[in-house]
């Protein structure tokens, strides 16, 4: 069948994505996948979620894709987050945290008020987790590249941990199915020796009343129900039962001793097979970061002082500073400023660029772009229009902005840079 010229085409099973725009420009956002061609339907567990129906390309061409708009992730790597479910204002912990997938989403359930520290212990994935993090604004996060089983952070400091563990990747087999000759049933010995450190240390830092979330994208038995059998053993946690979301199939899990760990089943789900268990260190709750003040609003403080970037609208940053290092300039949240110990090293969100003490907001920051109101940028009207700027054609202006706004219909995209009557499109 053909659609606005292009052939449609069957988006292959599982081929899940997360919105990570606000909840008001969700509409706009799923309005310029439609005027690609791209449809698609809600995901049942989370407003934020969707699942491509057709396409006329891949979802990760589509002009969302490339603004940072979607995310797209397997359906079941979903649900982590959803199972860990972070209070608004929380502070959250990814002890391992790369690609970022996981990462955005906790930071968009903990809202504006809360942060979540993401730790990825190899520098190339971390880079990785940065760009990803960059891509989709992901503001309240901070980054910091330590072993997953030794922090350098106190006992009982989180009340919320994601503990993503490196696994076999058995559930990933469809798709990767070199999975099952690298990690063979004789090999993830040493798989399953870190994973135990790893859970070791999360029950170190996880903060009375606080919750664990464990989870893998494996279907052994010995990475999965076996681990946290031996956590359960070795520490004062408790077994948190985990509620079916809905959309998925699931399979008992392989201990009749454990209630309330899910084994998603990867065929009937059409997705990949995941594990997920959730704990709870006894004590009265909320003594952690989760305790503090979350309230506030605007941006804070900035060094150097009296910052401007033309063009970007600062108040729209939750709580925190704006800090020059070197050339760049970052964004860290208060709740991480006032929260992290000084021995952790971490990097916020870059925001841009200095040459000499000017200041340039970075093209991607879209989350510093105001209202789309005429006069502050260039509204695209069309999909193709966006397609010629980031392909290097430039479109004539009279706007007398160093850095105008580019929109899609008011949708917010990023920032535009002007060379006298020419607007183009810059990515950094």
């Given at each position: 069948?053909?659609?606005?010229?292009?052939?449609?085409?069957?988006?292959?099973?599982?081929?899940?994505?997360?919105?990570?725009?606000?909840?008001?420009?969700?509409?706009?956002?799923?309005e310029?996948?439609?005027?690609?061609?791209?449809?698609?339907?809600?995901?049942?567990?989370?407003?934020?979620?969707?699942?491509?129906?057709?396409?006329?390309?891949?979802?990760?061409?589509s002009?969302?894709?490339?603004?940072?708009?979607?995310y797209i992730?397997?359906?079941s790597s979903?649900?982590?987050?959803?199972a860990?479910?972070?209070?608004?204002g929380?502070?959250?912990?990814?002890?391992?945290?790369?690609?970022?997938?996981?990462?955005?989403?906790?930071a968009?359930?903990?809202?504006?008020?809360?942060?979540v520290?993401?730790?990825?212990?190899?520098p190339?994935?971390l880079?990785?987790?940065?760009?990803n993090?960059?891509?989709?604004?992901?503001?309240?996060?901070?980054?910091?590249?330590?072993?997953?089983?030794?922090?350098?952070l106190d006992?009982?400091?989180?009340?919320?941990?994601?503990?993503?563990?490196?696994?076999s990747g058995?559930?990933?087999?469809?798709?990767?199915?070199k999975?099952?000759?690298?990690w063979?049933?004789?090999?993830?010995?040493?798989?399953i020796s870190?994973?135990?450190?790893?859970?070791?240390?999360?029950?170190?830092?996880?903060?009375?009343?606080g919750?664990?979330?464990?989870?893998?994208?494996?279907?052994?038995?010995?990475?999965n129900?076996?681990?946290?059998?031996?956590?359960?053993?070795?520490?004062?946690l408790?077994?948190?039962?985990l509620?079916?979301?809905?959309?998925?199939?699931f399979?008992?899990?392989?201990?009749?001793?454990?209630?309330?760990?899910?084994?998603?089943?990867g065929?009937?789900?059409?997705?990949?097979?995941?594990?997920?268990?959730a704990?709870?260190k006894?004590?009265?709750?909320?003594?952690?970061?989760?305790?503090?003040?979350?309230?506030?609003g605007?941006?804070?403080?900035?060094?150097?002082?009296?910052?401007?970037?033309p063009?970007?609208d600062?108040?729209?940053?939750p709580?925190?500073l704006?800090?020059?290092f070197d050339?760049r300039?970052f964004?860290?949240?208060r709740?991480?400023?006032?929260f992290?110990?000084?021995?952790?090293?971490?990097?916020?969100?870059?925001?841009?660029?200095?040459?000499?003490?000017?200041?340039r907001?970075?093209?991607?920051?879209?989350?510093?772009?105001p209202?789309?109101?005429?006069?502050?940028?260039?509204?695209?009207?069309?999909?193709?229009?966006?397609v010629?700027l980031?392909?290097?054609?430039?479109?004539e202006?009279?706007?007398?902005?160093?850095?105008?706004?580019?929109?899609?219909?008011?949708?917010?995209?990023?920032?535009?840079?002007?060379?006298?009557?020419?607007?183009?499109?810059?990515?950094?």
């Amino acid at each position: 069948m053909k659609k606005s010229g292009a052939h449609i085409v069957k988006e292959r099973p599982g081929r899940s994505f997360r919105f990570t725009c606000g909840p008001s420009e969700i509409p706009l956002a799923e309005e310029l996948l439609r005027a690609q061609g791209f449809e698609f339907e809600a995901e049942p567990f989370s407003p934020l979620c969707r699942r491509a129906v057709n396409r006329p390309l891949p979802l990760g061409s589509s002009l969302a894709a490339y603004f940072g708009l979607i995310y797209i992730q397997d359906r079941s790597s979903m649900l982590p987050p959803l199972a860990l479910a972070p209070k608004p204002g929380a502070a959250v912990l990814d002890m391992c945290a790369s690609p970022g997938g996981k990462t955005g989403f906790l930071a968009q359930l903990a809202g504006p008020g809360g942060f979540v520290l993401a730790n990825e212990p190899a520098p190339d994935r971390l880079e990785t987790l940065r760009r990803n993090l960059a891509r989709t604004c992901a503001a309240s996060v901070v980054t910091c590249c330590y072993p997953g089983q030794r922090l350098p952070l106190d006992d009982g400091c989180f009340d919320y941990i994601l503990c993503d563990a490196p696994c076999s990747g058995w559930g990933t087999a469809e798709k990767n199915p070199k999975a099952l000759t690298i990690w063979r049933e004789d090999k993830v010995a040493p798989l399953i020796s870190l994973q135990r450190a790893l859970l070791a240390e999360a029950a170190r830092l996880l903060a009375p009343g606080g919750r664990l979330l464990y989870s893998t994208c494996t279907t052994n038995p010995a990475e999965n129900e076996e681990q946290t059998r031996k956590l359960l053993g070795a520490t004062e946690l408790t077994l948190s039962p985990l509620a079916e979301p809905p959309g998925f199939a699931f399979l008992k899990p392989a201990r009749a001793d454990l209630e309330g760990v899910l084994r998603v089943d990867g065929e009937a789900s059409k997705a990949q097979g995941f594990y997920l268990a959730a704990f709870v260190k006894p004590g009265p709750g909320a003594t952690g970061a989760t305790g503090r003040d979350a309230q506030g609003g605007g941006f804070s403080g900035c060094e150097p002082p009296g910052l401007d970037l033309p063009g970007a609208d600062l108040s729209r940053l939750p709580p925190g500073l704006a800090q020059r290092f070197d050339h760049r300039l970052f964004y860290l949240p208060r709740r991480a400023y006032d929260f992290l110990p000084d021995r952790l090293k971490y990097r916020g969100c870059q925001l841009g660029a200095f040459s000499g003490n000017s200041a340039r907001v970075h093209a991607r920051a879209r989350l510093l772009l105001p209202d789309y109101s005429p006069g502050c940028g260039f509204n695209a009207e069309t999909p193709e229009t966006l397609v010629k700027l980031i392909s290097g054609q430039s479109l004539e202006t009279t706007l007398d902005l160093p850095r105008p706004g580019l929109y899609f219909r008011g949708l917010r995209l990023g920032f535009l840079t002007r060379k006298g009557p020419r607007l183009l499109w810059s990515d950094r």
